[in-house]
């Protein structure tokens, strides 16, 4: 069984920073792949960031790109959104997901289990 748990979401104004926190848990000693996306209301969700530890690589949306971090706890399932300059656009419900294994860390459909979700609300 894998529990996934996000943090941290809240209201912010136009750009201020907010760092989001995930934690995956599971019964047994694994390694996940994790991803951040995010869902605005009345749209898709949409990939926002991935670290992928068995690739050694890092993904970012081009949205969010220089103004978003990921950063992992070494050689634990725990990784944290780091948001800067914040925009009224960035407003959503953020998700945490996880999978052992996947070929596209940008496509939601390849991940396994999420969390339940934070909202982030940017606005003056």
């Known amino acids: 069984q894998v529990q996934v748990a996000e943090s941290g979401g809240g209201l912010v104004q136009p750009g201020d920073s907010l760092r989001l926190s995930c934690t995956a848990s599971a019964r047994t000693n694994v390694r996940f792949i994790m991803g951040w996306f995010r869902q605005a209301p009345g749209k898709e969700r949409e990939f926002v960031t991935a670290h992928n530890w068995r690739a050694d690589k890092i993904y970012y949306s081009d949205s969010v790109k220089g103004r978003f971090s990921i950063f992992r706890e070494n050689m634990k399932n725990m990784v944290y959104l780091e948001m800067n300059s914040l925009k009224p656009e960035d407003t959503a419900v953020y998700y945490c997901?996880?999978?052992?294994?996947?070929?596209?860390?940008?496509?939601?459909?390849?991940?396994?289990?999420w969390g339940q979700g934070t909202q982030v609300t940017v606005s003056s």
């Open positions: 997901a996880v999978a052992l294994d996947l070929a596209n860390p940008m496509s939601a459909n390849e991940y396994t289990h």
